[in-house]
């Protein structure tokens, strides 16, 4: 099987992997990162986001052989102790129930107030739309991305 | 009524305590069933066994507390606030408790379970009553030691202080306190002294959650263990006929392919080449019968809800002859599809089956019956099987079913080696346990304006109304009351699904009371509350619910949303519901925009008694009405020739972020046991939202999901 050098959280690992294996089980099997959520496997719930090169990104769509030109994002490279602005505001709000998608909503949460840092509330409803959560903590998901882009700016 | 009794439970010996070898003292205590007279707590931590107790709380030389909790964590928060109640009677500082989801080895035990929203209900009781034994042990044995009499003693936040000025730490008397006597009668507190419960506490995983940590059953693994995805018969009512497996095993890293029943696992060393394994299969399937489909449904619910084979539930007066002395009668059908539950964390479940043990994990809500249908499966003892649960990526009633425990257990005894099966999206929306397909037809007479008769008859796939659902409201409000039951067998697996029943039973009662009202041409509040008057003083002991507590979140509904005055261009419907022991009242506010209904708020308003976690509590009322919108409203799940027509979100909708109401929640201030919350809030809030676009586009909505029938001129039913 081919050998695939992919640069995630800053930190460089080699995978031997089939070039059509995603990244999400990439990530998820080969080396341990089992932050990153198995959802749908067709970029329908965003529980796998991640970030390349800096853009949320569902990981269950992108194949291992496109990857090791890009950098990858986890959500273990958000913080390990859980004090990036984001996360310390999902604490604050108390956002999740059974939590499993949260680490989706986080990384989409993360890109987006990257590009947008003074969110509206429209704003933050349209760009959280793509990731799903069953337990439809979505009121708190909403308070805690503007909470955390209040904390931010 | 039994709204103020608590849930029994015999406290006999239920607690035990020992040293432990490492320092400190162990608390084995049982929830749900006092414990045998002769087990004891082990003396060293890595021993407990949950077969003796089923929870445990351990006192460190430092004070610090370990409290294992007992139940399922499935997102309804039951992890964070069962030890809360326990820490609340014990006197420590909530930020000097840790908690550990206690594992089960299963035997003996009535309820380890998450389901019915009846965690909090059984537990309050006994979880008080360990917690405020453990204290009276420590002062106990604090109070010896100062030669002083206990009762001069006082606690807080884990620290022992006589009259003298004299101070111990639990830590420093955990010892003492471990070879004591286990008093027989301690005394709880007083609702008004509590101090951790009724204040907000945070989700104990959280840090592990937003840091992407190992916690949910997907993210299990151990040393040798084969990835397992299964191929299932694609339509209920297939079977196996043959499978080429040459293409699938030809896949480098695929270590076996192995045949169980109709089922095909597909064993590899990643989940990805189980996946790639799994499509290489060639299996063909027949069926000896004919394969089910929605239309086909849609004509023998019908005409079962026509027919008249019926099961009586419940019978008060005689419906019949009010409804032929009537000046009115008013009938509508109400119809729902099948849903399947979606959790986000698609089944699975870890295996290892070896001559000596069968070990399970895994995300479960039922361990102990999985235990016994695994060990019953495999034709082993009981005792040979272990369950450690997993925190859960949701429930909703799915993972009452262990069926995913069971496959996992039959491949690793088969394939000898440890395993986990995962289901793919599509495995899991396609060979689900869904909440069955149902038609209510309801029927009220009226006589001089008032309604002398309600005939409800109910006709679903598979499994029916249960137990004691017939004694909910209106029952005991209307004298002459029917509740007839009719089901069709299928071959389709269907089950309980968040508020199993009343997910839909409530959406057709509340919007057929509010549809009379209409028609009656009477205030639709007045008109709830004027039943409510009858129910008062019932001598009948079957009815569930409390007026007066059914009343009471009404009139605070109306107050708290504004009811009748919303500003010009918005649009309030109303409902009010009784179930899982919880009172509710809902007022849904929406909007037109481009003529499409929006929901734009929701008020809730909730009697559950104590409110243990407000935080916790909140986010599960704010999580179960917009759960109840979003399936009411987009929730479409149809079969052909026995197969799913949605097999992934791509179609299949759920309610999403930019779809969502604002959820107001007021919860009644009371000193009643407090009840569960992970269900009551779904129920009322599809009737709430229904009545509100009545009111907004002159349609009233029968069938659900709505978005396929708001448009349309829904016709009546």
Known sequence: ?153 | MKNTISPSFNRRSFIKTTALAGGGILIGFNLFQACKPEVAPPVDISQLNFNDFNAFIKIADNGMVTIFSPNPEIGQGVKTSMPMIIAEELDVAWDNVHVVQGALDTKNFTRQVAGGSQSIRFGWEPLRQTGATARQMLVNAAAAKWGVDSSTCKTENGVITNGNGDKLGYGEVVKEAAALEVPENVTLKEPKDFKIIGTDAGNVDIDKIITGKPLFGLDYKEEGMAHAVVLRPPAFGNKLEVCDDTAAKSIAGVQDVIKFGDKIAVLAKDTWTAMKGKKALEATWTTDSKLESTEGHDKILTDLLNGKKFKTMRADGDVKKAFATADQVIERTYESPFLPHNCMEPMNFFADVTPEKVRLVGPIQTPAGTARRVAELLEREVEDVSVEMTRMGGGFGRRLYGDFALEAAEISKLAKKPVKVIYSREDDMGAGIYRPSIKYKISASVKDGKITGYHLKEASVNSNMYGLIPNFFPAGAIENYQVDVASYDSKITTGAWRAPYTNFLSFAEQSFFDELAEILEVDRIKLRLDLLQKVKGTTDERIQYSPERLENVIKIAVEKSGWGNAKEGVYQGFSAYYCHNTHVAEVAEVILENDVPVVKKVTCVVDCGIVVNPLGARNQIEGGVIDGIGHAMYGDFSFKDGEPQSKNFDKYRLIRINETPVVETHFIENEMSPTGLGEPALPPAGAAVANAIKAAKGIRLYKQPFIKHMTAKAPLG
């Open chain 1, 1 to 153: 099987m081919p050998v695939y050098n992919l640069t995630i959280n800053g930190q460089s690992h080699t995978v031997d992997a089939d070039p059509d294996t995603p990244l999400l089980w990439v990530l998820r099997d080969h080396l341990d990162m089992v932050g990153t959520k198995f959802g749908c496997g067709i970029g329908q719930c965003g529980a796998c986001t991640v970030h390349v090169d800096g853009s949320a990104t569902r990981s269950c769509l992108i194949q291992v052989s496109m990857a090791d030109t890009m950098e990858i994002t986890t959500i273990e490279g958000i913080s390990e102790d859980a004090s990036h602005p984001i996360q310390e505001a999902w604490k604050e709000v108390d956002v999740p129930q059974c939590g499993y998608c949260q680490s989706g909503q986080i990384m989409s949460a993360t890109a987006f107030l990257k590009q947008n840092p003074n969110p509206s509330q429209s704003e933050i409803r349209d760009a959280m739309s793509g990731n799903i959560c069953r337990c439809a903590s979505y009121n708190r998901i909403e308070k805690a991305v503007a909470l955390a882009a209040s904390k931010m700016s």
